[in-house]
């Protein structure tokens, strides 16, 4: 039996929308990615923070950094 390989965060976002088209991006090229909602430690997060982050397999984190800075660079253009 093998150990499941760690997620690592690729993506943060106040807004689920942005989170939303950043995980289509990433689904798109094959890589499975989550949303996580939880905070690593509730002693440093305030009550109104809304960070969501989308991780995937550690394996995949290069490529989802490509994606994920292509994406931002055409947006800022």
């Known amino acids: 039996m093998s150990a499941e390989l760690?997620?690592?965060s690729v993506f943060?976002?106040?807004e689920m929308v942005q989170i939303q088209i950043v995980k289509k991006?990433?689904?798109?090229?094959?890589?499975?990615?989550?949303?996580?909602t939880k905070y690593l430690n509730t002693l440093l997060?305030?009550?109104t923070a809304t960070a969501l982050k989308l991780?995937?397999?550690?394996?995949?984190?290069?490529?989802?950094?490509?994606i994920i800075d292509a994406y931002l660079q055409s947006k800022d253009n």
């Open 12 to 14: 943060e976002a106040d």
């Open 55 to 66: 991780e995937v397999n550690i394996l995949d984190e290069q490529k989802a950094f490509e």
């Open 25 to 36: 991006k990433l689904e798109d090229a094959g890589i499975a990615c989550s949303v996580n």
């Open 6 to 8: 760690p997620r690592v």
């Open 45 to 47: 997060s305030t009550p």
